[in-house]
Each structure stands twice: as C-alpha cells, then as structure tokens.
C-alpha cells in the first residue's frame, strides 16, 4: 500500500503523521512545492518511529510527482490557507489552479488512484477535481464533513458532559461557516436523541457553534486549523484502505440524491476500498431539505466563478 499526501502544511504534515501512526501504508510519500519542506518534515516524522512504533516510510519530495507513481490514495491539501476575516469563497481564484494542477500530476503516474480533497472551499474544490480529472465521481471524495461532525460531536459532547465517543453526530450540506448543517435532530447519546436532553437554547448554541468552528479556531490561532483536519482526513483514509465501510460525511458528486444534480456536497457516505462506495440518501425534514437546497444554492454560485474562469 502506497500513499500519497501533497502539501507538507500544517494539515498535510498532520494527516501524514496520523497515517503513520495507524501504520495505513507501507510508504507514504509526502509532496510540497517548496524546496526540502517536505523531505524535512518527513525526516522529522521518521525520526518518531522508533518512538511510537510504527514501520511506515515517509519520504518528502519537492515536486516530483513520478515518486508518488502506484499510489492507491491521494490527499490533496495544498493550496493557500483561510486567514483571519477571509471566507472560503475568497480561495477560489488562488486554490483552483493549484488543486487543478496537482490532480493533473498526479493521474499521470497514479492513474487507479482514489482523490481525497482537502483543499479550501472544499465543495468547490472537489468538484474542479472531479470535473477536470475524469475520474469516476466514487474516486474523488472532499473531506469536510468528517471534520465538521467531529466538531459538531465535540460542542455536544460540552452541553451534554458527556464522552465524544458515545456521539453519533452528522454534518451535510457544504463545508463552509453558513452551508453546513448539523443534523441536530438525527443526533444520539448511545442510541438516545441528544434532543430529550437538552434545551432548544442548547441545540441552538450546539449548532451555531458547530458552523463557525472553523472560524472560531481561525480567530484564535490566527490560522487555518490543523490536528483534527489532518485526523479527520486520515479517519477517511483507513476506512479506505482496510475497507472498513464506515459511514462518514463526505463531500461526494450527487446525480439526484437529495433533489440535487451536477454538484459536490457533503452527505453520508459508505467508504470502503472502492472509495465512495454508497450514499446513504436519509430522510429529512422539510426545514432540513430547505436548508440543504439553499446550501447547494450557496455552493453552485461558488462552482459558477469556475466556469467564468474557464477552469472547467
């Protein structure tokens, strides 16, 4: 098993380790732009083995993507990260032709592979990759909603007093501060609704801060977050690679589910060693439905700025 994860970044370097650690691949190849950042950061990562125990080699390259060649499972993170006041939106110019080029790369030499986009404005982003590479829609998955139910299962876990683990907590819609959705409704303690526990005002709270968790953890660290990114993606990696079948909130191409067409949202979705195996289309409310249609409203007009730069 051969990994590739380009971006050695924050993100980059923490789904890297993370993959490491859980020992997913016997090589991980880790990708950046800039001269030795990469090989650096493997080094570095390399330097825990003996430590924590695990028999992953790492090697960082600097833009040589013949290295990366028999990969199975491809992250994309690189691109430039959201700063402080800047929306997702706002990344589109700059991050489209790097995601662009960097799934361009990598097919050429991983022809088979499967595409995880991690990239900011992750809808977005995961619909240029699928657009642009022609992979089929099962192979090119965004993360995002992996990230925002941990999230969602952390404010919970607050309110409740509770264990993040005893949590089955879902996130769908875009992965963004106002398209996502946390199905607060759908959410359970060991089975039960977290709604017979708390109060409207606490579901509430839950929620709004679920959406700008993101921009929370911008604000206060003066960038882009990084350790549960970078879990969130590897989460999806495993499932992957050892065929677990979890269903996870990914960012998948719908033909229909959900009354939506030619468009990437997150929704829950079986990974397995096929990639995006299965979409689970859940039965929502019809406040949910609207919400998520205004989400997809949201995403679309973001996927138009693509078509005007001609870059699908």
């Known amino acids: 098993m051969k ?37 650096g950061k493997a080094i570095d990562m390399m330097q825990t083995a003996a430590l924590l125990g695990f028999d992953t080699k790492i ?14 499972v491809v992250v994309i993170t690189s691109g430039l990260p959201r700063k402080p006041g800047m929306t997702r939106e706002e990344l589109i110019g700059i991050n489209a032709g790097i995601v662009k080029g960097v799934a361009e790369n990598i097919l050429k030499h991983s022809p088979d592979t499967i595409i995880i986009v991690v990239s900011n404005p992750m809808d977005t982003m ?27 299962k952390y404010y919970l876990s607050q309110e409740l007093g509770c264990s993040p683990a005893d949590l089955n907590a879902m996130v769908i819609g875009g992965h963004g501060d106002t398209t996502m959705i946390p199905l607060i409704n759908h959410a359970t303690w060991n089975s039960i609704p977290v709604t017979q526990f708390l109060s409207k005002e606490q579901q509430e709270k839950v929620v709004a801060s679920t959406m700008v968790g993101g921009a929370t953890l911008t604000k206060l660290i003066g960038t882009s977050a ?14 992957i690679v050892r ?5 996870i909130s990914s960012g998948v191409f719908l033909e229909g589910e959900y009354g939506q067409k030619d468009i990437s949202l997150v929704v829950p979705v079986i990974l397995g060693k096929n990639g995006a195996e299965k979409i689970l289309d859940i039965k929502l409310s019809d406040t949910e439905q609207a919400t998520f249609n205004k989400s997809a409203d949201a995403v679309r007009n973001m996927n138009d700025v693509l078509y005007e730069m001609k870059l699908v």
């Open 243 to 247: 065929d677990q079948k979890k269903l």
């Open 126 to 152: 995961n619909y240029l990759a699928l657009k642009t590479s022609g992979l089929p829609k099962n192979r090119v998955i965004g993360m995002g909603g992996a990230l925002d139910s941990s999230r969602f």
């Open 3 to 39: 990994i590739t994860v380009v971006g050695a970044g924050a993100v980059g370097a923490t789904c890297a380790d993370n993959i490491a650690r859980r020992e997913l691949a016997e090589e991980l190849i880790l990708l950046d732009i800039k001269e030795g950042f990469a090989e």
């Open 226 to 239: 990084w350790y549960a990114p970078g879990a969130g993606t590897a989460a999806m990696v495993e499932s």
């Open 59 to 72: 090697t960082g390259v600097t833009n040589d993507y013949a290295s990366t060649a028999g990969s199975e």
